[in-house]
């Protein structure tokens, strides 16, 4: 590894925090993802129309999607240079979403926004420190 | 030093791909307010230090904001040429934004702190990257 160099500083618990959020919030798309393929009635949903595509697609979409964020915090802790690119591009784009929330309410908006940074860098900057602190 | 072995020092230039590519997307998001929902801002035209109309404003902002996303994936691949492109198109960022600070001072002072994160970034750790 070519990483093994590296100094382990305070900042790898911030990669910590970032694959714990994924993890979190990973459960919780599988979970609306399962309900609307296995329980489409619980979404008060007129048709099963919702936008774009059809409830079961979405659950579909949702189940996918979070099963690959639930491995991208996983694989985060391990340290796994895939897993941080993955994670940095979910946070970038999470950023940006929230910056065009800022006119809504913005207080929790820059609050998720800086909170984003900070995962940012640790991810860039430490996050090959979670290789070596294993 | 081996050309493509990674090492501590390189993740900075991949924060501030990562920074460029943030900046970029607001940017863009601001320029396609302009052009398309250009009552969001509601400050009159005159408002504005250099008083384009909404509409040249969002293109300004759609185009720098386009090529500072192109700029950002081009700096994760680690060449001179992009850091010298992503510090020219951050510094014209940064100005447009500065210009656009009475519009609407949250987005712009946003955009401004990222901005400055890219410069940072690459001007005091941008040359580690290519020894």
Known sequence: MARNNQEVTGWVGW???????????????????????????????VNGNVFLFNITTWGWIHLVLGIIVVCTGTALFSGATWARVVAVLLAVINLVTYFAFISAYPIWSITVMVLDLVVIYALTVHGGEAAVDN | MAKNRPTAWVGWIYFASAMLL???????????????????????????????NYTTWGWIHLIIGIIGVAAGFALAVGRLWAQVLALVVTIIAAITNLAFIGVYPLWSIAALVVNGLVIYAITLHGDEVRE
Request: glycine share 12%; hydrophobic share 55%; charged share 5%.
């Open chain 1, 15 to 45: 990669v910590y925090f970032a694959g714990f959020v994924l993890l979190l919030s990973g459960i919780l798309q599988i979970i609306s993802g399962l309900s609307a393929l296995l329980s489409s009635d619980f979404y008060a949903v």
């Open chain 2, 22 to 52: 943030v900046a970029g997307g607001i940017q863009v998001i601001a320029g396609l307010t302009g052009i398309f929902n250009a009552d969001f801002y509601t400050v009159s035209q005159t408002g504005n230090i250099v008083a384009f």
